[in-house]
């Protein structure tokens, strides 16, 4: 288990990697300045999507990413 700083640190890193650093800290602005629920948001990002199918989705993305043929 990775601990909070660490976790905090990885998610800047990420947010950085795909936003860029303002748009990075646009986002955070965003989240902080306004409400958010982040289980109605996910809920509402992929409707149709069962969480059979998410979780298969995410794991080949991870797969791919690894380097390792999907199953």
């Known amino acids: 288990m990775i601990t909070d700083i660490e976790i905090k640190q ?3 890193k990420a947010l950085i990697a795909d ?3 303002v748009q990075a800290e ?3 602005s965003l989240i902080i300045r306004e ?3 982040y289980t109605k948001w996910q809920r509402d990002l992929w409707p149709d999507k ?4 998410l ?3 995410a794991m080949e993305a991870i ?9």
Do not use: T, Y
Request: charged fraction near 30%; proline fraction near 7%; glycine fraction near 10%.
């Open 10 to 12: 990885r998610g800047i």
């Open 19 to 21: 936003l860029g650093n």
């Open 26 to 28: 646009r986002f955070i």
């Open 35 to 37: 409400p958010f629920d």
């Open 50 to 53: 069962s969480v059979e199918e």
């Open 55 to 57: 979780s298969k989705k």
């Open 63 to 71: 797969q791919m990413k690894n380097g390792e043929p999907c199953a």
